[in-house]
């Protein structure tokens, strides 16, 4: 008797199929190298430890932003709201390079990280150890400034969609 409840497919199919069941914040990765800014849509992002506040992302190898967080580039964790579908459909490749900012009101910090000015959040943070698993490398990120703004109404990804999260209060009859 097969493992795979699916027949013909693999661990791994499994394992994206049991993914897409996971609803998760989307958030922008920015980063500069000189003169050139970089950002792309991601759902890998976590919290590592609040002492030192530190956060992860985990970046393809094969994508655009890996090579200056190779060499050590600061990055910003800006987390998407409700409102902001377009900008992770423009970051997830719709758009490529510097396009990617045109979507969007941005601003570089004091050391020129861009930062989306209307996120939820800004975690803009100094990276602070890496190491690589299979196809990508895991960033981390010892925060230096948070920034927020706005209700809490996060942009989420889930079964291959962008989506909002309803209201505790709408979930539960009165």
């Known amino acids: 008797m097969s493992a795979n409840p699916i027949p013909g497919a693999t ?33 890998a992002v976590d919290s ?43 970051c997830s490749g719709r758009l490529k390079g510097e396009e990617r900012f045109t979507s969007g009101q941005w601003d570089d910090d004091m050391l020129g990280v861009p930062c989306l000015r209307d996120a939820q959040a800004n975690l803009i943070c100094t990276q602070d150890g890496r190491f690589d698993y299979g196809t990508h490398a895991v960033f981390i990120g010892r925060l230096r400034e948070v920034r927020l703004a706005g209700e809490v109404s996060p942009l ?19």
């Open 11 to 43: 661990l791994r199919d499994d394992m994206l199929m049991a993914m897409r069941r996971m609803a998760r914040s989307v958030a922008v990765i920015s980063c500069r190298d000189g003169e050139r800014r970089y950002s792309m849509s991601v759902t």
């Open 48 to 90: 590592l430890s609040a002492d030192p506040p530190s956060l992860l992302i985990c970046i393809n190898r094969n994508s655009s932003i890996y090579p200056p967080l190779d060499a050590g580039a600061d990055f910003c964790i800006n987390l998407l709201a409700a409102d902001h579908r377009d900008i992770a459909v423009d």
């Open 156 to 174: 989420l990804y889930v079964d291959g969609a962008y989506t909002t999260s309803a209201p505790l209060a709408s979930l539960c009859p009165a």
